[in-house]
Nanobody
Framework: QVQLVESGGVLVQAGGSLRLSCAAS????????MGWYRQAPGKQRELVAQ???????KFADSVNGRFTISRDDAKNTVSLQMNSLKPEDTAVYYC????????????WGQGTQVTVSS
């Protein structure tokens, strides 16, 4: 099994910055992509950013240029640096990882709340 523990969600003012981190642990031999999704009240969960094991990245149009994603394969962590935050960035942010145990599976963190006040 794979456990994902997220940290960094807080209340921040618009224009501010925040860094989310996610650490993966458990019995896996490899990690493919790592990323972050978010879900605002009344909305569907959406991809925010993703990074592959070759460091290829993709971002939602709404965060492109403001957010960056990075990973540390030695520590099995992924981080999301969020700058120029807007009230519409308010959501629960979920870490998402594809890892190899007996087969490839996708795992989710428990979610961390990010609230951006105007």
């Amino acid at each position: 099994q794979v456990q994902l523990v997220e940290s960094g969600g807080v209340l921040v003012q618009a224009g501010g910055s925040l860094r989310l981190s996610c650490a993966a642990s458990g019995s896996f031999s490899s990690i493919n992509f790592m990323g972050w999704y978010r879900q605002a009240p009344g909305k569907q969960r959406e991809l925010v950013a993703q990074i592959t094991n070759r460091s290829s990245t993709k971002f939602a149009d709404s965060v492109n240029g403001r957010f960056t994603i990075s990973r540390d394969d030695a520590k099995n962590t992924v981080s999301l640096q969020m700058n120029s935050l807007k009230p519409e960035d308010t959501a629960v942010y979920y870490c998402n990882v594809q890892a190899l145990t007996s087969r490839w599976n996708t795992y989710w963190g428990q979610g961390t709340q990010v609230t951006v006040s105007s």
